[in-house]
């Protein structure tokens, strides 16, 4: 070492500063890798992406050959720059050498790679897996021992090494991921995903018409009523029972009926035989697992029973789907049964409108686990049956009530608001 040039000896120390820098800028830019995207490319067959994703099932491993690594050059680099302190200054030249050697390794082997890998960890990750891999195979032995002797010690403190940290996203975190995905996806398909996030959140009570709303066909109902039923009908499956929703007989599809109907050759033999027997759907039925029922049992509506076989409302595949991709129209106020837009802007609302329906239609911002409709609402705000004209805010929104019947609100005047309220927290 005395006899080698003084110029060979900085060259071999910045071949080994550099070297540092390797190791540690490949250590960061491994373990801040989007294990998604990396899984992503490697079934879509990037191969150092398959090799990078290899390394990373055992990081005990990688970890031991990476520090393995940096922990030899740094200690080779701080013995050479003694040597050559020692023949340009002499011995008092040690410790200025050693500070200094600790600002260059910091500065360009640590710092700075390590910043660089965690803004593009791609970038270095892939193409330094290889030789990674490489000195893992090559120095195999003694990464095996080293790794040995740790987890014999982090044993002896009881702490799990096959525990791993869960790499299944949750509903929020996937809910995060979908708001900060930007321009990569649409902003209404973003919206699509969240509402099919929130469809294990929602009920088929959420989104039912109530019994009092059903329309339907009573076939205890003169022949003459029952024609101006199905003559006027504006949905095309249409309930049939008799007397009380709550003995529902079938469910009539308007296509099969309607040339008969336009001829005049319709009768209520035929219409009893062209009805299709009910399907009933029990409360509480989450609208996720509901979605795959219809798509199993090939139906398109289904009746709420409550835990007594009582009829609470009715259901639809449309309903469920509006839930995701919302309303079929331009214009979703035009689609609405409930809400109509008047010309001082208010909003005439039916008490029977539910809570994500003004959410949806309106893109309100009102708590859904709380009441389903628009008067319970009212109801649990108020704690009483209020009269015509009272004036209330449910949480941000004035509400005028225009009309009760039979103990609940008929139809509520909503004022719009030029500043949306905050979403409530959920609890």
């Known amino acids: 070492m005395n006899e080698t040039p003084i110029g060979v000896l900085f060259g071999i120390l910045a071949a080994l500063i550099v070297l540092s820098g390797f190791f540690s800028s490949s250590e960061t830019a491994l373990m801040t890798l989007n294990r998604y995207r990396l899984r992503h490319l490697a079934r879509a067959g990037h191969r150092s992406a398959r090799l990078a994703q290899r390394l990373l099932e055992r990081p005990d491993r990688l970890i031991g050959v990476i520090l393995l690594g940096n922990n030899f050059v740094n200690i080779l680099a701080a013995s050479l720059a003694t040597v050559i302190a020692l023949r340009l200054y002499g011995e008092g030249a040690i410790g200025a050498a050693s500070l200094l050697l600790t600002l260059v390794i910091l500065i360009f082997a640590e710092v700075a790679p390590k910043t660089f890998a965690a803004l593009h960890p791609e970038r270095l990750a892939f193409p330094f897996s290889w030789p990674l891999a490489i000195l893992l195979r090559v120095f195999y032995p003694l990464v095996w021992l080293t790794n040995g002797i740790a987890n014999l010690l982090l044993r002896l403190f009881r702490v799990d090494l096959e525990a791993r940290g869960a790499e299944s996203l949750s509903r929020e975190e996937l809910r995060t991921v979908v708001n900060e995905a930007g321009a990569m996806i649409p902003r209404r398909h973003q919206k699509m995903l969240l509402n099919i996030l929130d469809l294990e959140k929602a009920t088929v009570e959420d989104i039912m018409v109530p019994r009092n709303d059903i329309v339907g066909v009573d076939l205890d109902d003169p022949w003459d009523d029952i024609v101006a039923v199905l003559a006027n009908s504006q949905h095309t499956r249409l309930p049939v029972y008799r007397g009380s929703i709550d003995e529902v007989e079938g469910v009539l599809h308007m296509r099969r009926v309607i040339q008969d109907l336009i001829r005049g050759r319709l009768s209520r033999e035929q219409l009893e035989v062209r009805m299709k027997e009910p399907y009933f759907i029990p409360e509480g039925t989450r609208l996720h697992t509901q979605l795959v029922n219809f798509q199993r049992t090939r139906r398109r509506i289904g009746m709420v029973v409550d835990e007594y076989g009582d009829i609470m409302g009715l259901v639809t595949l449309e309903d469920i789907l509006e839930e995701i991709v919302g309303e079929f129209t331009t214009d979703p106020l035009a689609n609405s049964r409930h809400l109509r837009l008047q010309e001082d802007g208010t909003y005439l609302a039916q008490g029977s409108t539910t809570v994500r329906e003004l959410n949806r239609v309106l893109d309100w911002r009102l708590p859904t686990d709380g009441p389903k409709t628009l008067n319970g609402l009212i109801l649990e705000h108020l ?45």
């Open 383 to 427: 704690q009483a049956i209020p009269e015509p004209g009272t004036s209330i805010k449910i949480h941000g929104y004035p509400v005028t009530i225009v009309q009760t019947h039979d103990n609940k609100v008929k139809t509520a005047e909503i004022q719009p608001m030029l500043q949306r309220p905050r979403k409530p927290r959920e609890t």
